[in-house]
């Protein structure tokens, strides 16, 4: 019980030393003077460097396979945190969940599941803001597009009538459309300042939207009622994916339910008394039993997903 104690205390002790860190003010250099190398380097610095290299290890390696770097994960997900912030913050719940599964169950199952768990929280949440943001975009879409089409008819060029709709909308929409003229004032082209606003959004209908200015843009054509076309299909599909969320929201409640509902139990009892339940884990009978079950629940809710998941 004494290492657990000393164990649980260095890693609270090692998650304060990294808030602290990174709450400290940079250090700034003396008037006159030529400041050595270490000296100039604050202790936040000093600290997020490591974080800062494995940032970039990742980044490279999620770009290398084509996938989205952990930067343009929290840009997605509108979070204003460096990449090795947001990595100390991911170390510093894997610290703080296992020391708190080290001090409850000691080294049992249950310290690598609350170490795994609690490292993974942070970029659940990060999805979970990604996915909002989405929604939220989407939905104000169809009105950008009405918008963005009456200050083509107006006789906007296509630069000014996306400024113009940047002001008059709200975010997120407003927020990509004022960084993606920021990009064309500083001289980027407008297809590929667009082509950056869908990479950072994730969106679809932009993709096709963004399609059909590009092909526009190389062919020539009437933009206002190609935009128009597209908005009407939006708000179509939109009312669409409304009606079916309806219809399935007490399949998809009771997938949830039956999904969940057993880690809760088995949590309660491993909390309640965890000499009935530890049984599970120890005996070769009650691992089997676990193994079973898990992949009865993956099926069961694998299934629900099938069925209640509509592509429109």
């Known amino acids: 019980m004494g290492a657990i104690v000393i164990c649980s205390v ?19 250099a003396n008037h006159g003077d030529v400041a050595k190398p270490w000296e100039r380097v604050s202790l936040r610095e000093r600290v997020n460097q490591p974080f800062q290299a494995l940032a970039d290890r990742s980044n490279r390696q999620r770009r290398l396979n084509g996938g989205l770097t952990l930067a343009e994960h929290l840009v997605r997900a509108d979070l204003k945190l460096r990449t090795s912030e947001f990595l100390m913050i991911r170390v510093g719940f894997l610290v703080g969940g296992a020391a708190l599964a080290l001090w409850r169950f000691g080294f049992a199952p249950q310290f690598v599941v ?12 990060v999805k979970y803001r990604q996915r909002r943001r989405l929604r939220a975009f989407n939905r104000r879409l169809p009105d950008t597009l009405s918008l963005l089409s009456n200050a083509l008819k107006a006789g906007f060029s296509l630069p000014q009538a996306i400024e113009a709709v940047a002001v008059n909308t709200a975010p997120p929409v407003s927020d990509e459309l004022a960084r993606a003229i920021r990009e064309m004032k500083l001289g980027t082209a407008t297809p590929q300042a667009l082509a950056n606003v869908v990479r950072r959004v994730g969106s679809e209908d932009l993709d096709l939207i963004v399609t059909a200015i590009n092909v526009q843009t190389a062919v020539g054509g009437n933009l206002a009622r190609v935009l128009d076309s597209i908005a009407y299909t939006i708000r179509q599909r939109i009312q669409v994916k409304s009606k079916i969320s309806a219809l399935t929201a007490q399949a998809r409640a009771s997938g949830w339910v039956i999904t969940l509902l057993p880690f809760i ?21 009650g691992r089997g039993l676990l193994v079973v079950a898990l992949l009865s629940i993956a099926a069961g809710n694998f299934f629900v997903r099938r069925i209640t998941n509509f592509r429109i």
């Not at 088995?266 to 000499?275: E, F, H, K, R, V």
């Open 10 to 28: 260095l890693a609270g002790l090692g998650t304060l030393l990294a808030v602290t860190a990174m709450a400290l003010p940079g250090s700034e």
């Open 114 to 125: 609350a170490g795994v768990s609690a490292y993974l929280l942070p970029m659940g949440y």
């Open 265 to 285: 139990v088995a949590g309660i009892l491993d909390i309640i008394t965890p000499s009935y339940f530890r049984v599970m884990f120890t005996d070769p009978d």
